[in-house]
């Protein structure tokens, strides 16, 4: 059974460690703050100006003047700090930020990543993910691994515009858990009850398998 | 006073002229927006603070779309939603060009970028933070890692460092800096607030003229100087905005426990 978004966010939980400091891209990557288990410190930071990112506030408690990146009302932990957006991006672009965990459209067997425009019909921007892309060490990319016309988005070569080149290091989809090598997409693990077959089949990309492939354990 | 008599004459001199500057900081105040605004004509390029309609300056915005100016390009990350924020300017037709970094909120904006009324510049949000600050700071360009290998490099210059390429990215030149802050003096000397500081503290100085509006504009000395985040020199002008909407595009909360 594939894994629904949920299911995606609670693998990439995993690779969070302790006291790592995060930016959480919008979507499935803010699902992410949920699901980091229990004894793990972290920090999330938010490109719009504040690290020590909390949950959203309860109903009647909301500050306009309190928001994450997607613009949704947020609070703050203990020890949270707010600054301003070009330091934000020294965080990031400065390394100081361990692990980026964004969205994407399509990723290349290089390790190229599409996730900002589809030329003539979405055209949002790209907002800090070429900041991000450009400038982590650690990035986790969230993706369906198929469109919805059943066709693959790990392909050899993207065909969109370019959010990064070479930059990509894991992917966690519906169906899979990858790393880019230097040979291409290798096959980590897969979702409970898909088969290695499939997997291959919708895989545009050169991919590696090695060994048995074992299940995601999610909790 | 036995004590004064036994001081030189020089420094009993300047100690009495230091009492004249007392009364004397530079004061940058106006008393309405449309002081603050004076000036703004047709074809000039603004910068505008805000994330989202977070720390956006409501009031100057307003203003604009009353003053009527058009044929602006506007720097800004976000161009407000449909009705609200720099969408108003958008609705009225009144900006030529957008630099930003992400205008996914809002409709009209699309489909005027898509049909072509409206020209974009899309560029990496941390390159249009710190486009306004080498403005602010005297740097003429800088490079950066962002973008490199994609269309926003396009055109440009690159170079590399220590094994790895970055692109030449070049201070903005703007007319009016148009900035939101929490609270300011008369001086200038700014204090923001949450997330609603964002661009503006780095829009400041950043043009030939800085305008800023804050939600209350308090007496010199109310302000520590130690916790000031930015120093009146960057302002030219400051006024106390008169009525904020402060709207919230995605209002989202934690089940009550």
């Keep these: 059974m594939a894994l629904d978004k949920i299911g995606i966010a609670k693998r990439i939980a995993q690779e969070v460690k302790d006291g790592y400091y995060v930016n959480l891209g919008i979507g499935i990557p803010t699902l992410v703050a949920n699901y980091v288990p229990e004894g793990i410190n972290v920090e999330f930071q938010s490109e719009n100006g504040v690290l020590g990112m909390g949950p959203f506030p309860y109903e009647g408690e909301e500050d306009p003047d309190v928001i994450n990146a997607g613009k949704q009302t947020i609070t703050t932990l203990p020890g949270a700090s707010f600054f301003d957006s070009a330091m934000s991006f020294s965080m990031i672009r400065g390394k100081h930020v361990d692990l980026t965990i964004l969205g994407a459209m399509e990723v290349s067997e290089e390790g190229d990543i599409a996730n900002w425009k589809i030329p003539g019909k979405m055209v949002k921007g790209m907002g800090g993910a070429m900041d991000l892309v450009a400038s982590a060490e650690n990035i986790i990319v969230a993706m369906m691994h198929v469109n919805k016309a059943g066709e693959s988005k790990l392909l050899k070569k993207c065909s969109l515009p370019l959010t990064g080149v070479g930059c990509v290091k894991k992917i966690v989809t519906e169906l899979a858990v990858l790393e880019i090598t230097d040979r291409g997409f290798k096959l980590l693990e897969r979702a409970p009850g898909v088969s290695v077959a499939y997997i291959q089949s919708v895989t545009e990309g050169n991919l590696i398998v090695e060994g048995e492939i074992t299940e995601m354990q999610i909790f | ?257």
Excluded at chain 2, 53 to 74: K, Q, S
């Design chain 2, 1 to 257: 006073m036995k004590i004064i008599s036994k001081i030189p004459k020089k420094i009993t001199y300047f100690t009495i002229f230091a009492d004249k500057y007392l009364n004397q900081m530079i004061s940058k105040k106006v008393n309405s927006v449309e002081e603050a605004l004076r000036g703004v004509t047709n074809d000039m390029t603004l910068m505008l603070g805000g994330f989202g309609l977070c720390g956006i300056p409501e009031n100057a915005i307003a203003h604009l779309v009353e003053m009527g100016v058009n044929n602006l390009t506007c720097i800004s990350n976000n161009a407000g939603v449909d009705d609200f924020g720099l969408g108003l300017l958008l609705q009225h037709k009144q900006i030529k060009k957008m630099i930003s970094s992400y205008v996914g909120e809002n409709e009209e904006f699309e489909r005027q970028m898509l049909s072509g009324e409206l020209d974009v510049e899309l560029i990496p949000q941390g390159t249009l933070a710190e486009r306004c600050k080498a403005a602010q700071g005297g740097f003429p360009a800088f490079y950066t890692p962002a973008g490199y290998g994609t269309e926003v490099a396009e055109g440009k210059e690159t170079r590399e460092f220590n094994g790895k390429m970055y692109v030449l990215e070049k201070a903005f030149e703007a007319d009016f800096a148009i900035v939101k802050a929490w609270k300011g003096d008369e001086a200038g000397n700014l204090i923001f607030k949450g997330t609603a500081r964002n661009f503006n503290p780095c829009m400041c100085g950043a043009a030939k003229i800085t305008v800023v509006e804050v939600e209350e504009l308090v007496p010199l000395g109310t302000l520590d100087p130690n916790f000031i985040h930015i120093p009146g020199i960057f302002v030219q002008r400051i006024f106390q905005g008169e009525h904020y909407e402060k709207r919230i595009e995605q209002r989202t909360v934690r089940p009550a426990k």
